[in-house]
């Protein structure tokens, strides 16, 4: 073509447009013939497909419905993609560990794991509990792929037909990936998890293999997780050597434990094993004479009326046993923990009290709350309204939006940038991005102290605070960053608590400010020992120490503000009438989250109401149901009188008149010695002095020769729990 275009060119040098155009217009002309002759065909083609009538109908139809399951299996996957990411974590690695707890004075209070030498193979576990847990759980277990579909429908039914929940729909798969990887909240979101997980899980594991770790892994009462452990606590004896009537008994402890647990309630648990004994007919398992036995003759339980375990704490307390011990070798373990038993049983009393007298009224369904000393001991943790309905642990790992508790924070950068209590500020008209904060109380009142603004909890005055140059949100974030809360980040409404926060450091975070600026680290762990008695971890020796992270004198300001919050302000229902107090209350948009986090010298305390299906309440705030089952639970740990000054804060008047009491009674007989004692707390130098005992005691004693390895090992034993004293 180029030489038919620039033919003879050393005779004419020029171009011949005329060619050219010649050229593309024949070209043009024969691509557009082929084009037209290709459309033919193809329509000629797919005219044979052409429907009319219902057949067009159907066609587009299925086309919507196949384009719609596409777009809703992405939605669904994607809602799957955070709940695989929890897959990638040791969820096997509890079975490792088998960890007696002791409280912080040394007695027995719960274990957590699977025992070494009770584990029980799924083939040594008697055929009358596993018939028993499949005809009451998942009849048709060994038949479906993790969802029970025709289940699923019958209760759905069922339910419908009784106007309430009679039924559960979820398969023993589900339950599983329920236990390991989720948490209650009840939504569609948790749902597709649910299901996307028992998917993983069928694909992963045998069907045996899922039996056996729901066997184990379940919560069944008591602190107990799994049959065998339930064997030993209600029948003091292993699951082995079960009969009908008690594994009925332990097949209808796995849907609700707290309600047919024998030692809450016998006859409910009693009533609970005859369904059973009836499912296990009705599912062809057994004949109705071969339950008739263990209907006339029921289980006998050992009384277990006065147990008590602190299951939230211990859970917590287990996570941390795992992170200090991990790859160090050691499984079989004694840890000495924090929790005092008294301030467990009065802090799950006042979260309890709250919400049977005001739950129900404030459509309020669950609450948290932490207690800890100034250095991060924490001396109770509850993690929900009952253990045995739901085992997530609030406290710890909800992650609920803080509301204006999280101003102090904010308020503390402001004093370290240059602002006093004092400092005039405005409560005014504020907007970012085209955002604008409202006051909950609606209006402005214009110029004020900045004390004052904290005491009324401005929105409009924290906003300022955050975006203010010498402040900056950028700063707000480095100084929680240093107490080690993770989450906030620097949005136009940060400086009102809008991303979720653990209470348990959240809690931790206020510690700073009742401690005069040192940030800690909340712990459980005292000590850990193993088998043999040897001390291999303490937290004074081996944990972390804490660190001065905020200016002293700044702190005392802040605190001098958060008290008139208690005294004056949102947190009046806090007020105690023996000590001074600190603190702030809080309250999420729409009235999700309500919070009241306070500090007396001696305590911190973070109290959290809300539902888990993140629904509204009927609008629970800061200062009223937070804030009295704070009041309620300082007043009963508040034993002596004799407590610390907050940094910052007078001493309350009732303290004054304790201390010139005891002053008075000291002058006049100076044998009474430390009339504030306040607990039987063992000092450093008994520790050490009766330490030093059990050595001499260890080097003077002899075993005689036919003593047997048992008989030193139970010395032994016995030397290392004096030593945990």
């Given at each position: 073509m180029r030489d038919w275009i620039f033919k003879h060119t050393r005779k004419a040098r020029g171009f011949s447009f005329l060619a050219f155009d010649s050229w593309l217009d024949s070209?043009?002309?024969?691509?557009?013939?082929?084009?037209?002759?290709?459309?033919?065909?193809?329509?000629?083609?797919?005219?044979?497909?052409?429907?009319?009538?219902?057949?067009?109908?159907?066609?587009?139809?299925?086309?919507?419905?196949?384009?719609?399951?596409?777009?809703?299996?992405?939605?669904?996957?994607?809602?799957?993609?955070?709940?695989?990411?929890?897959?990638?974590?040791?969820?096997?690695?509890?079975?490792?560990?088998?960890?007696?707890?002791?409280?912080?004075?040394?007695?027995?209070?719960?274990?957590?794991?699977i025992l070494h030498s009770d584990a029980v193979p799924l083939?040594?576990?008697?055929?009358?509990?596993i018939k028993a847990t499949l005809a009451t759980e998942d009849?048709?277990?060994?038949?479906?792929?993790?969802?029970?579909?025709?289940?699923?429908?019958?209760?759905?039914?069922?339910?419908?037909?009784?106007?309430?929940?009679?039924?559960?729909?979820?398969?023993?798969?589900?339950?599983?990936?329920?236990?390991?990887?989720?948490?209650?909240?009840?939504s569609l979101r948790r749902k597709i998890k649910e299901a996307f997980l028992a998917f993983w899980l069928e694909a992963r594991l045998t069907k045996k293999e899922i039996l056996k770790l729901y066997l184990d892994r379940a919560y069944m009462g008591g602190g107990a997780f799994g049959v065998e452990a339930a064997s030993q606590f209600y029948f003091n004896k292993s699951v082995r050597q079960v009969n009908l009537a008690e594994a009925a008994l332990l097949g209808g402890l796995f849907k609700a434990?707290?309600?047919?647990?024998?030692?809450?309630?016998?006859?409910?648990?009693?009533?609970?094993?005859?369904?059973?004994?009836?499912?296990?007919?009705?599912?062809?398992?057994?004949?109705?004479?071969?339950?008739?036995?263990?209907r006339l003759n029921p289980a006998q339980v050992v009384d277990r009326s006065d147990f008590y375990s602190p299951d939230w704490f211990l859970d917590w307390a287990f996570e941390e046993v795992q992170r200090v011990m991990k790859d160090k070798g050691q499984f079989v373990l004694t840890v000495r923990t924090t929790v005092d038993i008294s301030l467990q049983k009065a802090a799950e009393r006042a979260v309890v009290n709250t919400l049977q007298q005001h739950g129900r009224a404030k459509r309020a369904s669950q609450a948290a709350m932490v207690a800890m000393e100034m250095d991060g001991a924490v001396r109770a943790l509850v993690g929900g309204k009952d253990y045995g309905q739901s085992q997530f642990n609030r406290a710890a790992h909800a992650r609920r939006q803080p509301g204006s508790s999280f101003k102090p924070y904010v308020y503390y950068t402001a004093l370290e940038s240059g602002y006093t209590p004092e400092s005039r500020v405005v409560d005014g008209f504020v907007s970012?991005?085209?955002?604008?904060?409202?006051?909950?109380?609606?209006?402005?009142?214009?110029?004020?102290?900045?004390?004052?603004?904290?005491?009324?909890?401005?929105?409009?005055?924290?906003?300022?605070?955050?975006?203010?140059?010498?402040?900056?949100?950028?700063?707000?974030?480095?100084?929680?960053?240093?107490?080690?809360?993770?989450?906030?980040?620097?949005?136009?409404?940060?400086?009102?608590?809008?991303?979720?926060?653990?209470?348990?450091?959240?809690?931790?975070?206020?510690?700073?400010f009742a401690n005069g600026g040192l940030a800690v680290r909340p712990y459980a762990i005292e000590e850990i020992h193993n088998s043999r008695g040897e001390l291999l971890y303490t937290h004074e020796k081996n944990g972390p120490k804490p660190k001065r992270v905020f200016a002293r004198e700044k702190v005392e300001q802040l605190n001098s503000m958060l008290a008139l919050v208690v005294t004056s302000g949102t947190g009046r229902r806090a007020q105690l009438d023996f000590t001074a107090a600190a603190g702030k209350t809080g309250t999420s948009s729409g009235f999700k989250d309500a919070w009241f986090m306070g500090y007396t010298g001696q305590y911190v305390a973070g109290v959290w109401f809300g539902n888990d299906n993140f629904t509204p309440t009927?609008?629970?705030?800061?200062?009223?149901?937070?804030?009295?089952?704070?009041?309620?639970?300082?007043?009963?740990?508040?034993?002596?009188?004799?407590?610390?000054?907050?940094?910052?804060?007078?001493?309350?008047?009732?303290?004054?008149?304790?201390?010139?009491?005891?002053?008075?009674?000291?002058?006049?007989?100076?044998?009474?010695?430390?009339?504030?004692?306040?607990?039987?707390?063992?000092?450093?130098?008994?520790?050490?002095?009766?330490?030093?005992?059990?050595?001499?005691?260890?080097?003077?004693?002899?075993?005689p020769e036919e003593s047997t390895p048992k008989d030193r090992r139970a010395t032994r034993q016995e030397a290392g729990r004096t030593d945990r004293l």
């Open positions: 070209s043009l002309f024969g691509i557009w013939e082929s084009f037209k002759n290709g459309w033919s065909s193809y329509s000629s083609f797919f005219a044979r497909f052409h429907v009319t009538g219902w057949k067009k109908l159907a066609a587009e139809a299925s086309s919507e419905g196949a384009t719609l399951g596409t777009g809703a299996l992405l939605v669904m996957l994607a809602f799957a993609i955070p709940a695989f990411e929890e897959t990638n974590a040791a969820w096997r690695s509890a079975g490792n560990f088998s960890v007696t707890f002791l409280d912080r004075f040394g007695n027995e209070i719960g274990k957590r794991g083939e040594e576990i008697p055929d009358s509990v009849r048709r277990f060994f038949d479906h792929f993790g969802i029970d579909v025709l289940g699923t429908f019958r209760a759905m039914v069922a339910n419908v037909q009784a106007n309430t929940v009679v039924q559960g729909g979820s398969s023993i798969t589900q339950q599983l990936a329920k236990n390991l990887f989720l948490s209650p909240e009840r434990p707290t309600n047919y647990a024998p030692h809450i309630n016998l006859p409910a648990s009693r009533a609970r094993a005859n369904e059973v004994l009836t499912n296990m007919v009705e599912a062809g398992f057994l004949t109705e004479g071969q339950v008739h036995g263990a970012c991005n085209g955002w604008s904060p409202k006051n909950y109380s609606g209006g402005f009142r214009g110029a004020m102290p900045l004390k004052h603004a904290l005491m009324r909890s401005l929105n409009t005055v924290a906003v300022k605070l955050s975006l203010d140059r010498r402040v900056t949100r950028k700063k707000i974030l480095e100084n929680t960053r240093k107490l080690g809360i993770r989450g906030p980040r620097a949005s136009c409404s940060m400086a009102l608590g809008d991303v979720g926060i653990p209470p348990l450091a959240h809690t931790a975070g206020y510690a700073a009927n609008r629970v705030t800061g200062g009223n149901l937070p804030a009295m089952t704070w009041k309620e639970f300082m007043v009963f740990a508040h034993a002596s009188r004799n407590i610390p000054q907050i940094p910052g804060v007078p001493i309350h008047p009732a303290q004054v008149a304790e201390m010139e009491r005891i002053a008075a009674l000291k002058r006049a007989n100076p044998t009474l010695g430390n009339l504030g004692y306040s607990g039987p707390k063992m000092p450093a130098q008994t520790r050490k002095v009766l330490k030093s005992l059990q050595e001499m005691l260890g080097q003077a004693a002899t075993e």
